[in-house]
């Protein structure tokens, strides 16, 4: 059993990358539906992890390729106002959703004359205390709910610039130390941006969740530079299955009173969302140790540009966004509704149906728009290219000959 290598020789993406982004966009779908009765076989339900981890891991390791190596590689200015200006998209993304949210619900309130539908989500703050409200959707302290995780992400793309200059520093091993550093701080002292109006901090805390975009970035960083960020060792890939199983068990038999029973601390021995504690830390290890170590006869290794959830991993942001308002519609339409079959199967099936024209419209109006190809040899490189070496054999500038950091040895 070895490290699967995707793709031929030279091809510019890891189809393994759009699948498994593709995989959560769709998953985060159907979460977003509480208590529709689809969401109790969603992955959530098998593991400590969520959709929301892969997801971001999977951004670190994207940014790696889109920032991280122009950043080493001489033209960290460039690259830090190319991510910059991505914060900038995702926080107009951020407030476009919010005010359709709203809006959504407030015509739900005019059309049947019930109330309830401007209590929900936080949405009954804008009724209360409006200006209040608007400053602080604007300053991002007030996040709907089910629209937290965009603000995550801007305030992880500002600290990415800081990020790959201490791995410009220190090497991956010193950006993973201070990134870890910052999650035991905010675990431990409870350290968050606030909200406002209403009480309490984020929802998702940027300083704890962007040592799972730390590793994501790392890993990224390291393939980059043709090297593994933790190579395959037969016992650990046996100790990642081990985990995945046990704590499969002990979310299908629901034994979280156990924690209780075991002495440590919070940040230690908790299954806290806002704070990702450790063993959520360890689930997403485990689960992208194994699928990026997969034997060489797992499907893994034989997924295809072609996928449907690589065709919607490929466009995340549209099909996020898109995803997000179709979730907040079916919220709306289940109002007080009870689970039911027929209605919840209709409503969700509708969703992935959108979501999957969505990916084949905006592929084909790709392929579409694109410039004539020019003839050359040159090919697109796309942020996934995992297995083979880059063409340039450092991630520093020309000036300094050094190697890139690594934390694993090649494979």
């Known amino acids: 059993m070895t490290s699967a290598r995707v793709g031929a020789p030279g091809s510019a993406r890891d189809n393994r990358v ?5 995989f959560a966009l769709l998953t985060i779908f159907v979460n977003h539906v509480p208590g529709v009765m689809w969401e109790h076989l969603t992955s959530r339900n098998y593991g400590f992890s969520d959709s929301a981890e892969l997801f971001v891991f999977l951004a670190g390791f994207a940014s790696a390729f889109a920032y991280g190596r122009p950043f080493l590689q001489g033209s960290a200015l460039v690259a830090s106002v190319k991510a910059l200006r991505r914060a900038g998209t995702l926080y107009l993304v951020h407030i476009t959703l919010t005010m359709i949210t709203v809006s959504i619900f407030a ?9 309830r539908y401007l209590m929900q989500l936080g949405i009954g703050y804008f009724m209360t205390q409006p200006i209040e409200t608007l400053a602080g959707v604007a300053s991002l302290m007030h996040q709907l709910a089910y629209l937290n995780i965009l603000p995550m992400y801007c305030v992880i793309l500002l600290m990415l610039p800081a990020m790959l200059a201490i791995a ?14 910052l999650w035991a701080i905010a675990g431990t002292t409870g350290f968050n941006l606030p909200n406002h109006p209403n009480p309490g901090g984020w929802q998702f805390n940027p300083f704890a969740w962007q040592l799972i975009f ?8 390291a393939k980059a530079g043709g090297r593994a960020l933790v190579a395959y060792n037969p016992a650990l890939y046996t100790i990642a299955l081990v985990y995945l199983f046990l704590s499969f068990l002990f979310v299908e038999f629901q034994l979280w ?8 601390p919070f940040l230690m021995t908790g299954f806290d969302k806002t704070f990702v504690t450790l063993p959520r830390l ?33 466009h995340s942001l549209p099909i996020f966004a898109t995803g997000t308002i179709l979730s907040i519609l079916a919220q709306a339409l289940r109002l007080d509704r009870e689970p039911a079959f027929l209605f919840d199967t209709t409503l969700i099936a509708i969703g992935l149906a959108m979501h999957f024209a969505l990916a084949l419209f905006l592929e084909w109006w790709r392929g579409a728009s694109a410039p004539a190809k020019r003839e050359g040899p040159a090919k697109r490189e796309g ?24 934390l694993g040895r090649t494979t």
């Open 257 to 264: 009173h156990w924690s209780a029973m075991v002495p440590g």
């Open 214 to 221: 730390a590793i994501g970035l790392a890993a990224g960083l």
């Open 383 to 406: 942020p996934a290219k995992l297995d083979a070496k880059p063409a340039t054999p450092s991630l520093r500038p020309a000036a300094e000959p050094r190697p890139a950091p690594s």
């Open 282 to 314: 360890l689930h997403l290890a485990a689960l992208v140790y194994v699928f990026v170590h997969a034997p060489y006869g797992s499907v893994f290794r034989r997924i295809g540009a072609n996928n449907p959830l690589c065709l919607v991993g490929r």
């Open 18 to 22: 759009d699948f498994f982004r593709g």
């Open 107 to 115: 015509f739900a309130a005019m059309g049947t004359g019930d109330g």
């Open 168 to 181: 410009r520093r220190v090497g991956l091993y010193g950006l993973l130390i201070v990134s870890a550093t």
